[in-house]
């Protein structure tokens, strides 16, 4: 695959001798929308985990095989963990804003790198604010608490959060399951124009949302790859049996 940004080889991962993710190799391209597609419980989420070392903070998981992120391998453990994590955003199940104002969640990260001019972090706040479309709906008070926002004014929020550290990669993790149909589709708009500066991973077990979101497709099934391509070969052309049953079920 051309211009891989994330090599993944021979990723294991066990609980006590159970294992969860088995033998994963994959590469995942730069500045496209990536959608591991699974049923619940199969492997997704600690993938995900795995990618920004969220994995560590477990007891009793074993990992082994490697994961490069621009040639850097992330699983060594001399390797800063902090800027690893720097380079990718989270997105959760749910928003969880911080229980701060609009302006000083936006403004969080920003001030953790060392950004303390008002005027230039005012600017950045509303640049990544505009960036996830909700500018417009929170500029007459941003010294609100982000708590009184909407569910899904909540996850851009959290979204232009993340934006504002400047990561390479989004990691979303069902970002929409928790919302509405119209706040679903707004998160799926703002994908779909970040993916120009971003490589984005979204995890679903939403079929449709797949087909709609993604460029390239990684099909899971208890903890193994079992077929990935493009959206038309996956959904369209599947090769392999579980793939076919999966869909036929879905659909």
């Known amino acids: 695959m051309n211009d891989t940004i994330i090599g993944i080889h021979h990723l294991n991962v066990t609980h006590a001798g159970t294992p969860i993710l088995k033998d994963v190799n994959l590469e995942i391209p730069r500045n496209r929308v990536t959608v591991i597609l699974g049923p619940s419980g199969c492997g997704k989420t600690t993938l995900l985990k795995c990618l920004n070392r969220l994995i ?18 992330i699983l060594n453990r001399r390797n800063d963990l902090t800027r690893i994590r720097q380079k990718m955003g989270l997105l959760s199940q749910r928003p969880y804003p911080l229980p701060m104002s ?16 008002r005027d230039e ?18 500029k007459d008070r941003l010294k609100s608490p982000a708590t009184r926002l909407s569910i899904g004014q909540q996850q851009r929020l959290c979204l232009a959060r993340g934006l504002a550290v400047e990561p390479e990669i989004i990691l979303a993790d069902e970002p929409t399951s928790a919302l509405d149909p119209l706040s679903s589709t707004c998160i799926e708009e703002q994908f779909m124009k970040l993916k120009r500066d971003y490589t984005i991973l979204i995890v679903t077990h939403i079929m449709r949302q797949a087909r709609r979101l993604a460029d390239h497709v990684i099909f899971i099934y208890l903890g193994e790859v079992i077929e990935q391509g493009t959206p038309t070969q996956i959904f369209d052309h599947p090769q392999h049996p579980t793939t076919k049953q999966y869909l036929r079920v879905g659909h």
């Not at 609009?102 to 001019?117: E, M, P, S, T």
């Open 56 to 73: 560590d903070i477990y007891n009793g998981l074993d990992v082994s095989g490697q994961i490069y992120l621009d040639g850097e391998e």
């Open 102 to 117: 609009i302006f000083d969640n936006v403004a969080y990260g920003l001030k953790i790198q060392g950004l303390r001019n």
């Open 121 to 138: 972090l005012a600017d950045r706040v509303e640049f990544y604010l505009r960036q996830v479309n909700l500018w417009e709906e929170v």
